[in-house]
């Protein structure tokens, strides 16, 4: 590793390094606390997404003129773009309050059968993850989203009958990382989808020039720029490398955050030129060096590398394909030419590169959801 300030590790750095410092998108426990302070709060402070907000700010507009709650809306999109601080905001900019929940956290219809009987008339509520809901409290929501009426099941068996339960008229936000995986009866039943987009690098710059003002943190053009442009276009790494870097500036410089700095610290915590972390670099390395470029199975290369499959496909996947390193085809996963140049290895006549196969299509920052649907 390059450390062009040769510096020693320092507890608190160490802090930041021992817990095997990750880039990916997904949050941990100890983020979400953080996270919660650098939550923009209306959507005038919410930055990019332009279609999404401008889109939205129509539908909670014309809600707010009628009287009634606004349609049902979906948000998708990968980890760390903003969906939960989007369904926080629709909350406020309605001026109701806003019940958090998530699919895995729904076992029993009965679960989500209370939780929608204590709503209040136009609430929200939010379900996280929400295409991890199990099949029967899905089935209740149908329901429940299109005629505010529940069914309470009581007793068992023959005997059992069903009981109507009105509801209160509500909103329910849902959001998910995997569109695809959710039944069409239920994407049928959202009267507005929000495609979350990665950020443009200018759009990262300003998510941290807010977050360097809340944080009190001083922040040059030049040091935002350099951690923009390796943010894999995700606030929530912009952020999150943001307050690594800030580690490093107080602990080795004045405190201040320049390109200087910015390089040395990202350097120090392994984050490359384009924000590819330790563990996306070790699904390239393992997809070129140990089956030859692919197509490989997307279990197969979660097992090379020594992660959950799903961890590989939520989490580093979008990215590296966005990045054009990696492409999802029907046979497997194959690198394209980029991942080997990436890697600094010569890239091999007629492997599995992308390119030499026929009929995959190239598609460098196409959308997200049509790679998850992939
Ligand atoms: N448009 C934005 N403007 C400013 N900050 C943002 C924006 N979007 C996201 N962030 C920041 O990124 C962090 C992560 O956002 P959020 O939790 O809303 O993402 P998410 O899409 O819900 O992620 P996950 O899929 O992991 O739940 C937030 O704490 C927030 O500070
Ligand atoms: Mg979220």
Not at 67 to 83: A, I, Y
Not at 175 to 181: N, Y
Not at 259 to 286: H, K, M, Q
Not at 329 to 336: D, E, F, M, N, Q
């Amino acid at each position: 590793m390059t450390n062009p300030f040769d510096i020693p590790m320092t507890a608190e750095l160490a802090e930041g390094y021992g817990r095997d410092f990750s880039v990916s998108a997904g949050a941990g426990d100890e983020e979400r606390v953080v996270e919660s302070a650098l939550r923009p709060h209306s959507l005038a402070d919410f930055i990019g997404q332009p279609k999404v907000a401008r889109q939205l700010d129509l539908v909670l507009e014309g809600a707010k003129r009628r009287g009634r709650p606004p349609d049902h809306v979906l948000l998708s999109g990968p980890p760390g773009l903003g969906k939960t601080s989007l369904a926080l905001i629709i909350g406020s900019e309605l001026g109701t309050s806003v019940k958090i929940t998530s699919g895995p956290a729904i076992e029993r219809s009965g679960d989500l059968a209370a939780m929608l009987s204590n709503l209040a008339p136009g609430d929200v509520l939010f379900i996280d993850e929400i295409h991890r809901i199990a099949r029967p409290a899905e089935e209740l929501l149908y329901m429940a989203m299109e005629d505010f009426r529940v069914d309470v099941v009581v007793g068992k068996g023959p005997g059992a009958t069903a009981i109507p339960l009105e509801i209160s008229p509500f909103t329910l936000v849902g959001a998910t990382t995997r569109a695809g995986l959710l039944t069409g009866p239920l994407r049928d039943r959202f009267g507005f989808v929000g495609q979350m987009e990665f950020y443009e690098p200018e759009e990262l710059q300003r998510v941290l020039a807010r977050s360097a003002a809340l944080l009190g943190v001083e922040l040059t053009d030049e040091g935002s720029a350099e951690i923009a442009g390796r943010s894999r276009g995700t606030p929530r790494i912009a952020n999150r490398l943001l307050r690594r870097v800030r580690d490093f500036a107080e602990v080795k410089a004045d405190g201040r955050v320049t390109r200087e700095v910015a390089r040395a610290a990202l350097a120090l915590y392994d984050v490359d030129e384009l924000g590819l972390d330790r563990l996306d670099r070790s699904v390239l390395d393992a997809l070129v060096t140990k089956f030859g470029g692919g197509p490989v199975g997307v279990a197969t290369l979660a097992v090379a590398v020594g992660e959950e499959p799903h961890t590989v496909e939520e989490v580093c996947e979008p990215f590296l394909v966005r990045a054009g390193l990696l492409a999802r085809t029907p046979r497997g996963r194959v690198a394209t030419e980029a991942a080997w140049r990436h890697l600094g290895i010569p890239v091999p006549r007629g492997a599995g590169v992308l390119g030499s196969l026929p009929g995959v299509p190239h598609t460098p920052g196409s959308s997200s959801e049509t790679l998850f649907d992939a």
